[in-house]
């Protein structure tokens, strides 16, 4: 399914978090599942937007017949079940049941809010699946996802062509200002648009 996440191993709770989130008190509960899930996604003037590891970009979460309540429940409780089968962990079958969840969920709906985000305030910048050119410094630069709420970008990466025609990925940052770039003439249409 397009929209269900799927967690890495090593961001599940381990056992002592497991144990911690148990016993904890809801507020407890929804402050150590949300800060599992926050590196999944976020909510923003109640829509979801599904965070990119690969692309550090986001993705609107389309939902058809289902609330936004609805599917954070679902996924929490899905880290919850992921995490209590990672450590082979049938002790704690209330982990397993949607209604443990529901007691806590709003206020894991609450943290996991940021209504002040801007996605896709990308001025001066032509965003790339492996960052962003920025037209002021004529310098590759990597995306920030804590400063850069991306949901729309070229999907292909940025390639500096230098002065035998090779292209090359950036390196980072501190190269020197790009003379010549690989450029489609959509990307350049629409890097001239943003000046």
Do not use: W
């Not at 148990?22 to 599942?33: F, G, M, R, S, V």
């Not at 936004?68 to 962990?89: P, T, W």
């Amino acid at each position: 399914m397009k929209n269900y996440i799927t967690f890495a191993e090593n961001d599940l709770f381990s056992n002592d978090e497991l144990d911690a989130f148990y016993d904890a008190n809801p507020i407890k509960k929804a402050e150590l599942i949300s800060e599992k899930l926050i590196q999944y996604l976020i909510i923003c003037q109640d829509k979801l937007y599904l965070y990119c590891h690969a692309t550090t970009s986001y993705r609107h979460l389309e939902m058809i017949n289902m609330t936004v309540l609805d599917y954070l429940l679902m996924i929490a409780r899905k880290f919850g079940v992921n995490s209590c089968e990672q450590l082979h962990d049938d002790s704690k079958y209330q982990l397993l049941r949607l209604d443990f969840y529901r007691d806590f969920i709003l206020d894991v709906y609450h943290l996991m809010s940021y209504d002040d985000i801007v996605f896709d305030k990308t001025v001066d910048q032509v965003h790339y699946r492996n960052g962003y050119f920025d037209l002021k410094t004529l310098k590759f630069k990597p995306r920030d996802p804590c400063k850069q709420y991306i949901t729309k970008f070229y999907d292909h990466n940025f390639q500096i062509v230098d002065d035998n025609d090779n292209c090359k990925e950036p390196l980072d940052e501190e190269d020197e200002p790009v003379r010549k770039t690989q450029f489609t003439q959509k990307d350049f249409q629409d890097a001239v648009n943003l000046i």
